[in-house]
T-cell receptor, first 115, second 113 residues
Framework: DQQVKQNSPSLSVQEGRISILNCDYT??????FLWYKKYPAEGPTFLIS?????DKNEDGRFTVFLNKSAKHLSLHIVPSQPGDSAVYFC??????????????FGTGTLLAVQP | NAGVTQTPKFQVLKTGQSMTLQCAQD?????MSWYRQDPGMGLRLIHY???????DQGEVPNGYNVSRSTTEDFPLRLLSAAPSQTSVYFC????????????FGPGTRLTVT
């Protein structure tokens, strides 16, 4: 049972345009969400996070939006750059009832930014 | 800081062999964890530790053992390797409990024949 879903395995956008990566979750107990970026042959690197008490968090070109009622979050990258080409993983955590930092990951979306 | 380091980078095992994947971090992080990444499956948590001497199981613990005798080290042991354990293994650490941001190592690619 996939609790965190990324239904688009891949996405291709033109340099300078907006990239929108989507993520859905089923567990209403999740209260903290993160995006990781992964290049081939490297470990994932943390990109941006959002707590369930917020609906938006921004860091430079990256913005994460959270819609709790729809159990949906999205990552916007504006403007997209060729160096953004990577696999993006959405992850979720339930931090209540004991802080274990356990993350549940989605299956990832491969973003290709065309020059 | 070296961050999170993993050894070896690549390993080929025969079915039934045992081995230990090493993970170390020099950031004095309390929380450490092991994930495996398989095509179409994302990253799945194998085992985790909230501090020295404390470990617990994740989503897919069968066939793996861990121990945490020091803050810095968190080795993952495969007791009797099986082809289903062919995967890329990532170790991660986090500064404190309650913060989800984790720092990942570069990974170990394991093939079991």
């Amino acid at each position: 049972d996939q609790q965190v879903k990324q239904n688009s395995p891949s996405l291709s956008v033109q340099e300078g345009r907006i990239s929108i990566l989507n993520c859905d979750y089923t567990n209403s107990m999740f209260d903290y969400f993160l995006w990781y970026k992964k290049y081939p042959a490297e470990g994932p690197t943390f990109l941006i996070s959002i707590s369930s008490i917020k609906d938006k968090n921004e860091d430079g070109r990256f913005t994460v939006f959270l819609n709790k009622s729809a159990k949906h979050l999205s990552l916007h990258i504006v403007p997209s750059q060729p160096g953004d080409s990577a696999v993006y993983f959405c992850a979720a955590s339930d931090r209540r009832g004991g802080a274990t930092n356990k993350l549940i990951f989605g299956t990832g979306t491969l973003l290709a930014v065309q020059p | 800081n070296a961050g999170v380091t993993q050894t070896p980078k690549f390993q080929v095992l025969k079915t039934g062999q045992s081995m230990t994947l090493q993970c170390a971090q020099d950031m004095n992080h309390e929380y450490m964890s092991w994930y495996r990444q398989d095509p179409g499956m994302g990253l799945r948590l194998i085992h985790y530790s909230v501090g020295a001497g404390i470990t617990d199981q994740g989503e897919v613990p069968n066939g793996y053992n861990v121990s945490r005798s020091t803050t810095e080290d968190f080795p993952l042991r495969l007791l009797s390797a099986a082809p289903s354990q062919t995967s890329v293994y990532f170790c991660a650490s986090s500064y404190s409990l309650g913060r989800g941001e984790q720092y990942f190592g570069p990974g170990t690619r394991l093939t079991v024949t």
